[in-house]
């Protein structure tokens, strides 16, 4: 038995261990652990890896259902109390959003959507055509409008995950099998602990296959330094078809401001795909419709292009809560390009149900033995 087994055959004392250190499992141990649980978390390869270190960092007050709105609006605002005491690396930045209309069918969501969040507390700007060409110059002329979230923010997930790590026990270890008092490692060692928190994304389903949830990998690119190129992260109107499709490969422009001044740019969506690797075809195709949007971009360095897999569920929303017929294990997966916005509200949630404690927001909506359409 290694020295890391014998850790593990010793660590009964732990209340709860949180299997996965990306942003939702790194914000799960920090909650757990100021609530005042013995809490340590499991993790096979690096804090704030996986989908976490691939994606974009949004941290977005988002609109698809109340539900979403619901969970992404306390998050948000979880995200902005926590913001002074993030360090530098995390890159936390107010940059506001921009959702630009192409025409007027788009341009009615827009108002639709300003009527929405206003009736629910959350300020929104309503730009026209030149409103949009002087709050984002390098977009293209001739769009009918946009609607901008001033709130809205962007992070390096990586870093804000070390930060909520501070002071957590990292166990290392690849965990196989979910048991009734804890999990069993690849390398045969049985942990007991009084409950376990699956937060490992797509992985989720590999330790518990009955849960609904499967992957839809994503292509990004960042640029090189490019200062005041983009003000805001600016986003179709169109990425909501895209990001709600089941059953097409898609894209759609959606670009990000790095404090660094460099560019992420995004995105891309697809089902039944299980190689990691970057597809050019792909790429190209996000790119392209990048352009048609901001068409200076073509002219900027792009230094790196990379893929990873967001974690969907059938109805658009993560899964939160015990696992069903597991009394003592709790999920918090499913997140798709949501994982980061909402982590802090997620980590609430599991420690709510955990604690026997009452949350902000219904927790129904996202328990893990609700009911899916299959047809969705």
């Excluded at 038995?1 to 499992?25: E, H, K």
Aim: proline content about 6%.
């Amino acid at each position: 038995m290694c020295n890391n087994d014998r850790l593990f055959a010793a660590i009964s004392s732990f209340d709860v261990i949180i299997v996965g250190s990306g942003i939702v499992g790194s914000a799960c141990a920090r909650e757990l652990a100021d609530a005042g649980l013995n809490v340590a978390v499991c993790e096979e390869s690096v804090v704030g890896g996986g989908a976490t270190a691939a994606g974009m960092g949004h941290v977005a007050v988002m609109d698809d259902s109340d539900a979403q709105f619901a969970l992404t609006n306390y998050s948000q605002r979880l995200w902005w109390e926590l913001a002074p005491n993030l360090p530098a690396d995390a890159e936390f930045s107010g940059s506001g959003s921009l959702w630009v209309a192409a025409d007027d069918e788009e341009m009615a969501e827009v108002h639709r959507k300003s009527t929405y969040y206003s009736a629910r507390g959350v300020a929104v700007d309503v730009l026209d055509s030149g409103g949009v060409a002087k709050a984002e110059p390098n977009l293209r002329r001739g769009l009918a409008g946009g609607l901008r979230l001033p709130a809205d923010a962007v992070c390096y997930a990586p870093a804000a995950a070390l930060f909520l790590m501070r002071g957590i026990p990292l166990l290392r270890g690849t965990v196989t099998t979910l048991t009734p008092t804890g999990f069993e490692l690849s390398t045969g060692v049985k942990v007991s602990t009084g409950a376990v928190v699956l937060a490992t994304g797509v992985a989720a389903y590999r330790l518990a296959p009955e849960l609904p949830v499967y992957p839809r990998k994503g292509h990004l690119l960042i640029t090189d330094r490019y200062p005041g190129y983009l003000n805001h992260q600016v986003i179709e109107l169109g990425y909501l078809k895209s990001a709600h499709s089941h059953d097409a490969d898609s894209v759609a422009f959606n670009v990000q401001p790095r404090v660094t001044g460099q560019l992420l740019i995004g995105s891309s969506r697809q089902l039944g795909v299980a190689d990691p690797a970057v597809e050019n075809a792909m790429l190209r195709r996000m790119l392209a419709r990048a352009v048609e949007y901001m068409p200076g971009l073509e002219t900027l360095r792009g230094i790196r292009a990379w893929a990873g897999f967001r974690a969907a569920t059938p109805d658009n929303l993560p899964l939160i809560g015990r696992r069903p017929g597991h009394p003592n294990t709790f999920i918090a997966s499913g997140h798709e390009g949501l994982g980061i916005s909402t982590s802090l509200a997620t980590a609430k949630l599991i420690a709510d149900e955990l604690l026997n404690r009452t949350s902000a927001i219904p927790r129904g909506p996202y328990d893990p033995a609700r009911s899916f359409d299959p047809h969705a």
